[in-house]
């Protein structure tokens, strides 16, 4: 059983569109993260989801959102895709105390 | 600005060596520091710090942290190409939030 799941795997998508990855973990964890890590492999946090509690990145264009339909899922939704969002967005999720789990990554490509 | 510096940001040995990868952290209401593999996909937990001078060890790899220093290492003995990856040192605060640092490619060559 896999613990933290996100899909697609593979995204390739022109500039301009919206796109959304999914992302699921059957752990009972209380937070969720989303990150992304660029060309150089730094691991930027973008959001964190706690019990309806968001905490955005402030540095994250507004394009993105998350979306939360329960402690379960937290989804990324990317609007007007540019080429520099081009990267691997994890999806992560954690107890209230103890290590971040990811999942397999999301490779955006975006042309 | 909470921020984690690792260093070297890359190190080529040769199997058989001794590394040592170094983390800083400024972090507001830091918990834990936790160090991660990176291979070809996810990151994959190796260990979580959070006393000061307690060394946390799995096979050839050991950890420790100093509070004081807001700083820990990472240690590898007599490395092996399988070590080859990208090392993430995160700290972790009461928000529970992680802040990654920029990492450290180690590369060994047979």
């Known amino acids: 059983d896999t613990a933290v799941s996100q899909t697609p795997k593979y995204l390739v998508t022109q500039m301009g569109n919206d796109k959304s990855i999914k992302c699921e973990q059957n752990?009972?964890?209380?937070?969720m993260y989303w990150y992304k890590q660029d060309s150089k492999k730094f691991l930027k946090i973008m959001f964190s989801?706690?019990?309806?509690?968001?905490?955005i990145n402030e540095t994250v264009p507004n394009r993105f959102s998350p979306k939360s339909p329960d402690k379960a899922h937290l989804n990324l939704h990317i609007n007007s895709l540019e080429l520099g969002d081009s990267a691997v967005y994890f999806c992560?999720?954690?107890?209230?105390?103890?290590?971040?789990?990811f999942g397999q990554g999301t490779r955006l490509t975006v042309v | 600005e909470d921020k984690v510096v690792q260093s070297p940001l890359s190190l080529v040995v040769h199997e058989g060596d001794t590394v040592t990868l170094n983390c800083s952290y400024e972090?507001?209401?830091?918990?834990?520091l936790l160090w991660y593999k990176q291979e070809k996909k996810a990151p994959t937990f190796l260990f979580m710090l959070?006393?000061?001078?307690i060394e946390k060890k799995s096979g050839r790899l050991s950890s420790i942290l100093d509070k004081k220093e807001l700083s820990s290492i990472l240690n590898i003995t007599a490395t092996q190409t399988g070590d080859s990856a990208i090392y993430l040192c995160?700290?972790?605060?009461?928000?529970?939030?992680?802040?990654f640092g920029t990492g450290t490619s180690l590369t060994v060559i047979p």
């Open positions: 995160a700290a972790h605060n009461t928000g529970n939030q992680f802040y």
């Open positions: 959070t006393s000061s001078g």
């Open positions: 992560a999720s954690s107890p209230l105390w103890g290590q971040a789990f």
């Open positions: 989801y706690n019990n309806k509690e968001l905490i």
């Open positions: 972090v507001t209401n830091f918990r834990s």
């Open positions: 752990l009972g964890h209380d937070t």
